[in-house]
T-cell receptor
């Protein structure tokens, strides 16, 4: 299996521009997570989906951020408009949620976003 | 908020065992202990998890105290590639429980 795939790996944009990050989860997984990592705040969960439905978006910083999962094999995280403080590494992770055993999250390589 | 406490950094000589401690004194009966690590510029990588029994896999061993208030991750023969930040996380087993990453332990394996 190719693992979680994220694109692009690096993105440099100017303040005010729209940014779209993409994620393809591991085939067969039913949960998908978006994380953001910065030096100041560490690794924090933004949103997660189960069976393509957003379950918890309490970590989304503000209305400029939105995430979608139109099908089981694709998700996007959009920032519009982008700001310099959005500069971070964004990780996507997927898992096979089940009961009663816990699920293990597998992370992608991340997208390094720089907003100038 | 993270429910665990870990030392900020540790050193280990290559080939020796690395023992990474974690305190989770407020752990609940339905919470597992998870360990992940993050090698520089990569995404976090799952290592191992356990509830109350000791666990071992091809990567590491997890020792959980009888009262479950602390645990130790053991890398039996550390290599330079094990240099990373190691995160200890407690997470409930039921429902959609998210991983909350703390600051972790930065392990440096030296020749």
């Amino acid at each position: 299996d190719a693992g979680v795939i994220q694109s692009p790996r690096h993105e440099v944009t100017e303040m005010g521009q729209e940014v779209t990050l993409r994620c393809k989860p591991i085939s067969g997984h039913n949960s998908l997570f978006w994380y953001r990592q910065t030096m100041m705040r560490g690794l924090e969960l933004l949103i997660y989906f189960n069976n393509n439905v957003p379950i918890d978006d309490s970590g989304m910083p503000e209305d400029r951020f939105s995430a979608k999962m139109p099908n089981a094999s694709f998700s996007t995280l959009k920032i519009q408009p982008s700001e310099p403080r959005d500069s971070a590494v964004y990780f996507c992770a997927s898992s096979m949620a089940g009961f009663p055993r816990t699920d293990t999250q597998y992370f992608g390589p991340g997208t390094r976003l720089t907003v100038l | 908020d993270a429910k665990t406490t870990q030392p900020p950094s540790m050193d280990c000589a290559e080939g020796r065992a690395a023992n990474l401690p974690c305190n989770h004194s407020t752990i609940s009966g339905n919470e597992y202990v998870y360990w992940y690590r993050q090698i520089h510029s990569q995404g976090p990588q799952y290592i191992i998890h356990g509830l109350k029994n000791n666990e071992t896999n091809e990567m590491a061993s997890l020792i959980i105290t009888e009262d479950r208030k602390s645990s130790t991750l053991i890398l039996p023969h550390a290599t330079l590639r094990d240099t990373a930040v190691y995160y200890c996380i407690v997470r409930a087993t039921r429902g959609f429980q998210k991983l909350v990453f703390g600051t972790g332990t930065r392990l440096l394996v030296s020749p």
